[in-house]
């Protein structure tokens, strides 16, 4: 099995634990502030982790310069506000058909990647991300009881816009990770991906700092009070980027992002074996999708 895919889908796992774990959070803070502890409490997690790899292999710390840094703040910013977006659609009334559209991530993933790093799709990727898009969108409509009729007649409304432009920056977060990396130059791929992953964390800590002490400083303090389901989160959150970072400095972005749809498989399993929760025929029949997109990507990319 290639280094890449194998590395996606242990992410995907963590980060099926992450969500579950941030759950936990939000009840005692907002979701902006459940998603800064992911950041605050990976930052140790991610430094102690290039730290060892340096020790292990003896390679030389990158040599950070203009274009890393801009790839690397422009990433962490646009994660940032796609978080931003998709917290803020569950103000809206009709914010499921927001949500819905936020899942055209891994299409537009692909788009950036053309346009920024020149990573073209071979014919059969591009198959099986659409196919796998499709189940993402199906089992995102059975959840919401969405019809095909409300979701292309909200086109242009502003959840939709939303929601469209929570999965750009998304995109743009993973094209800009994989090009930052990149930039490195490093021969050794996985300290490019431990330091750019670092660099990335230390830039949203920061920002998100910033911006909590002059809006919810209330959410600061309970970073600091809940730490012990905090530093987990940040655990969980910081391994599951170690994944993920690496496999998008060796990979296309936007097969790692398709083939991580795959989480979605995760939490099915969960919620319908762990939980004992109904599914319905849209939903099943969403996940077969995800997987027939996921096995033809492996296969034919």
């Known amino acids: 099995m290639p280094l890449w895919i194998a590395l996606t889908i242990a992410a995907a796992f963590l980060q099926n634990l992450r969500s579950a774990l941030q759950k936990r959070l939000t009840g005692g803070m907002s979701a902006t502030g459940a998603t800064y502890v992911r950041f605050l409490y990976g930052v140790p997690v991610a430094a102690l ?11 030389a710390l990158p040599k950070p310069h203009g274009t ?6 422009a990433g962490g910013l646009a994660q940032i506000w796609g978080t931003v977006l998709l917290v803020a659609l569950y103000t809206l009334r009709n914010f499921a058909v927001g949500t819905t559209y ?11 990647g053309i346009i920024v790093l020149g990573d073209h799709l071979s014919l059969g990727a591009f198959l099986a991300i659409l196919i796998s898009l499709a189940g993402v969108i199906a089992i995102s409509m059975a959840q919401s009881h969405l019809t095909l009729t409300s979701f292309w007649r909200a086109l242009g409304e502003k959840p ?4 469209i432009g929570s999965g750009a920056c998304y995109g743009i977060a993973a094209v800009c990770y994989r090009a930052a990396s990149l930039s490195l130059d490093h021969p050794d791929f996985l300290v490019a991906a431990g330091y750019t992953l670092v660099a990335v964390l230390m830039i949203q800590t920061v920002a998100m700092t910033v911006w909590l002490a002059a ?3 209330s959410d600061l303090r309970a970073a600091m009070d809940t730490w012990r389901v905090s530093s987990l989160v940040g655990l969980a959150g910081a391994l599951a980027s170690i994944g993920w970072f690496t496999a998008m400095t060796i990979q296309n972005a936007a097969y790692v992002r398709a083939l991580g749809q795959i989480e979605l498989v995760f939490a099915f399993i969960s919620s319908h074996f762990l939980f004992r929760e109904r599914t319905s025929p849209l939903e099943l029949a969403g996940i077969a999708l995800v997987i027939g997109g996921i096995v033809m990507l492996v296969l034919w990319r």
């Open 49 to 59: 982790y290039l730290a060892i790899v340096i020790g292990v292999t003896g390679a």
């Open 160 to 163: 939709t816009l939303m929601g």
């Open 102 to 112: 936020s899942k055209t991530e891994t299409i537009q993933t692909a788009l950036f």
């Open 215 to 217: 809006r919810r400083r």
């Open 68 to 73: 890393f840094l801009l790839y690397a703040v």
